[in-house]
C-alpha cells in the first residue's frame, strides 16, 4: 500500500559522511515525524514539523537535520555529528491536531561502514 | 511531559490464549491512545485506538480498555493465532499536544 514511502530501505554511512533519508508522503498530511528505533527503546522522535517550513526539535535531535521545503516531503539528514547512527528510522505523517493516528513508512535501516 | 510505561516488554503464549499489554501514563490531559502493532522488519501499524470519553472499544479479537482514574490502558487479545506475533506499542498524546509519547513496546510471541 502507499501512502508514505522511504528510501532507502538500507543505507550505509562512513566516517565523516551525511547521509539523507528520504520521506514522501501523498496523504496530504500537514504534520510529519522523524523517529529513532533502536531494539528495546521503543520509538523515539528525532524531529517534527506541523507545517511547511517549518519543524521543531524532538527528543533525540542532536547530530540530525530536517528540511520541509514541500508538503509532501520531510527529508532526514544524518551528520557526522552523531556519532552513534546505526537504528533503523520510521517516518511516519498525520492529519493535524491532537487525537490523530500516525501512518508510517516502511524505514531505512543505517548501518556505518 | 508526558511518560509511558508498557509492561511486559516481552510476553508468550500459546496458540488460542488471551494476551493482555498494560501502559500507564502521567498526564491526566492525555486524551488520545492509540496501539500500533510491528511485525518484524516493518511498519507500524494502528491496530485500535480509543479516546478519553470511552472506556472499551472492540474490534473482532482486539480490545482496548482506559481507565482514566488509575491512568492505564491495556491492550486484550483474546483467541490468539502466530499471526499476531509481533511488538506492540501503546502510545497517549495529551490534549495540549498532538505529538504522541509511546510506550518502549511488547513483543508477543504465539506458539503454535
Known amino acids: 500500500d502507499g501512502g508514505i514511502t522511504q528510501s532507502p530501505k538500507y543505507l550505509f554511512r562512513k566516517e565523516g559522511q551525511n547521509v539523507t533519508l528520504s520521506c514522501e508522503q501523498n496523504?496530504?498530511?500537514?504534520?510529519m515525524y522523524w523517529y529513532r528505533q533502536d531494539p528495546g527503546q521503543g520509538l523515539r522522535l528525532i524531529y517534527y514539523?506541523?507545517?511547511?517550513?517549518?519543524?521543531q526539535k524532538g527528543d533525540i535531535a542532536e547530530g540530525y537535520s530536517v528540511s520541509r521545503e514541500k508538503k509532501e516531503s520531510f527529508p532526514l539528514t544524518v551528520t557526522s555529528a552523531q556519532k552513534n547512527p546505526t537504528a533503523f528510522y520510521l517516518c511516519?505523517?498525520?492529519?493535524?491536531?491532537?487525537?490523530?493516528?500516525?501512518?508510517f513508512g516502511d524505514g531505512t535501516r543505517l548501518s556505518i561502514l | 511531559g508526558e511518560n509511558v510505561e508498557q509492561h511486559p516488554s516481552t510476553l508468550s503464549v500459546q496458540e488460542g490464549d488471551s494476551a493482555v499489554i498494560k501502559c500507564t501514563y502521567s498526564d491526566s490531559a492525555s486524551n488520545y491512545f492509540p496501539w500500533y502493532k510491528q511485525e518484524l522488519g516493518k511498519r507500524p501499524q494502528l491496530i485500535i485506538d480509543i479516546r478519553s470519553n470511552v472506556g472499551e472499544k472492540k474490534d473482532q479479537r482486539i480490545a482496548v480498555t482506559l481507565n482514566k482514574t488509575a491512568k492505564h490502558f491495556s491492550l486484550h487479545i483474546t483467541e490468539t493465532q502466530p499471526e499476531d506475533s509481533a511488538v506492540y506499542f501503546c502510545a497517549a498524546t495529551s490534549g495540549g499536544s498532538y505529538i504522541p509519547t509511546f510506550g518502549r513496546g511488547t513483543s508477543l510471541i504465539v506458539h503454535p
Open positions: 514539523s506541523q507545517i511547511v517550513n517549518d519543524f
Open positions: 496523504l496530504n498530511h500537514d504534520a
Open positions: 511516519a505523517s498525520s492529519y493535524p491536531g491532537g487525537g490523530q493516528p500516525q501512518h
